[in-house]
């Protein structure tokens, strides 16, 4: 949880949360007879959760995703809550992470497990855009307790794109609907409560959405209080941007000159772009990268960065580094094991980074075994790694190196992991090793997309433990297509906790083995999708 309130009787008002990321619960209500009013969730992945305590006060809160993934908002559980007056637009959180959800309880429930909803209120909501709204979520063996003696009333649902927004996991009917109004068909089960009416929108001066018609007495009160992120908090603290965007700075042109360039990262500021001219770069020392910072070649494949240390970019706490059209060679690097291209913090960041890379070529990173081109630190965490449109030649570790977290206590190195478009040539290691262990349920991650790569000899070293060019263990969202493998090893999938969705489809695998998924916890046939892939020549 980011924020998680465990005494009685506590006001929570006026608060921005931005962007939060992570956790199923942004805010976690631990205790009871709390109110939480006039807070602010804006793209926050994640819920405002009644976990434990009962009789509190949810309102007039507003919740914008912007569309944004698995941005959430309000999950009820335990007796007497209310829920009013909230504004929620754009969020499209599922499961336990639903723009709304109404939990089913565990019968005589410990105090660390889920509490029966029981005389729950929730009126005069508005819900616009919400893609799920999800009733007795969690029904299980063990959930097996739905919600009684509660209402639901009063609340507005529109979803401009046409498609109804409720789950069922159980019996709701201890959850009473009345007078709600929807722009769409609900539920069969849930239509005696939800009138279908076609709704005019318009936006009001606090800039949130509200029917033309004044005479609908349903869904958020019209004067809610939209607040700012600059209103909260103490004056002299910065409300700085939750992220400095890629290439939003100014550009500075570097000649081909290694301590012409050193000088420019030292002297760059946060969202510049150093412009590389056509030459060679041999550097000397480690270079670290505090920053948001973008170091692209002024000619693609002109810009050649070699290096003498064991890494070339070290990424630190403030640090986020993209890497457009350079050629970059290990040929320079120390005869040692281990050497790689960018690495982490090797211990404990605190800031979340971002690494793109495109359009640039690597070759020679085998002075040695076991090297690697990016290796994550125990304790980093990266929002999103984007590979796109490179080339990898000879290859003697992984790519991709993200599996240091292995204590299984659900923690990982990377949100988002994409690689598409991009030719890996005589790789030993794999491209990717993405772990997340351990048995909870509660985090969104990792998601992994991997779409038009050819990989050829990729995954057959030796020192490759895991004997696949592709390994992902307890990974969320998989999404594996369209690639070609070709003399390779197999992909590598490891089900563990939650509802992983895995797709793999559209590949072409010639002389590889077909790939290889397996439910560590769950009992049965795995639950990928494999379909439309091609196997040559099978090997093995």
Known sequence: SHYSLTDSHTLVENNYFERTNGEVEIVSVKSGKNILRNNVFYEARGTLTLRHG??????ENIFIGNGVDHTGGIRVINKDQIVRNNYLQGLTGYRFGSGFTVMNGVPNSSINRYHQVENATIENNTFINVRHIQLAAGSDAERSAAPKNSVMKNNLIINQNGEQPFTTFDDVSGLVLSNNIADTKVLSELTYGVKKDKITLEKASNGLLYPTSKSLNVGAKRDLKVLKKEDTGVSWYAKVPALVDFDSGKTHSVKADVSALLDAIDNAESGDVLELAPGQYDVSKLVKIDKTLTIKAKQSAKAKLTFQRSTLFEIHDGGSLKLDGLSISGENAPDAIGNSIVRTQKWGMVDNYRFVMINSELNALDINHSFHFFITGKGAMADEIIVT????????????????????????NAEYVIVNNNTFNDVEGGVLKLYR?????STFGPHFEMTNNTLNNVGLGKRNKEQASIYVHGVQVTNIKDNKFVKSAPIVVEHTVGEPKTEISGNTFDATKAPNVKELRVKGPHTAVLKNNNILNKAG
């Not at 009962?54 to 309102?59: A, K, S, Y």
């Not at 570790?397 to 977290?405: A, F, P, S, V, W």
């Not at 262990?437 to 349920?441: N, S």
């Open 54 to 59: 009962n009789g509190n006060l949810i309102e």
């Open 389 to 412: 449109g490179n080339t990898f030649n000879t290859v003697t570790g992984d790519i991709l190196r993200l599996n240091t977290e292995i204590e299984d206590l659900g923690v990982y």
């Open 437 to 441: 262990g351990g048995t909870d349920e």
